[in-house]
């Protein structure tokens, strides 16, 4: 008779709230991804972008609520998936509690990393798909490329950081990269 085949651990959310204290990682399907700490151009990037979403929600007055990382999205409302975007703009109070996001917000931006780059480009985009986000951007300043996926019209547009990318989810909102590109000279 063959050994009997090891099985995988399956995480939930009780074992993201018992890592050690200033750590950081996302679970997905059950499984947990370590998070490395941001760089300084990844921080700029998500401090200018979370800015003017910001600043532009305030201004309509409506009932949207951006957020930055670390901010606890639970996907499926499940203990088995649990991320933490680097902005999350969720437009269903609902959906908000004091613990963070159940469910789908309906804008998610990641900002790519050498160690995130994968998880990025493939587990989470397939994962928001199907979770029921709107729109999903990747800002990637390796590559000087801003991948956008509005899902619900099922289109994707490709971007750099000279462009000026209007958000699908807003009829004006529109955010101009090369402003800062002028930041990250570093």
Known sequence: MPPALAQEKHYTIDDIYNLPEGSRAELIDGQIYNMAPPS???QTIARELFSVINS???SKGGFCEAFFAPFAVFLHKDDKNYVEP???V???PAK???KGCMGAPDWMIEIVSPASRRMDYYTKLFKYRTAGVREYWIVDPEKDRILVYDFESE???DYTFADS???GVYDDLIIDFSDIAGLLNF
Do not use: E, F, V
């Open 40 to 42: 300084r151009r990844h």
């Open 56 to 58: 532009y929600i305030k």
């Open 86 to 88: 680097d902005i999350s």
């Open 90 to 92: 969720i437009c269903d």
């Open 96 to 98: 908000l509690t004091d």
């Open 155 to 157: 289109n994707t547009g």
């Open 165 to 167: 990318i209007k958000a």
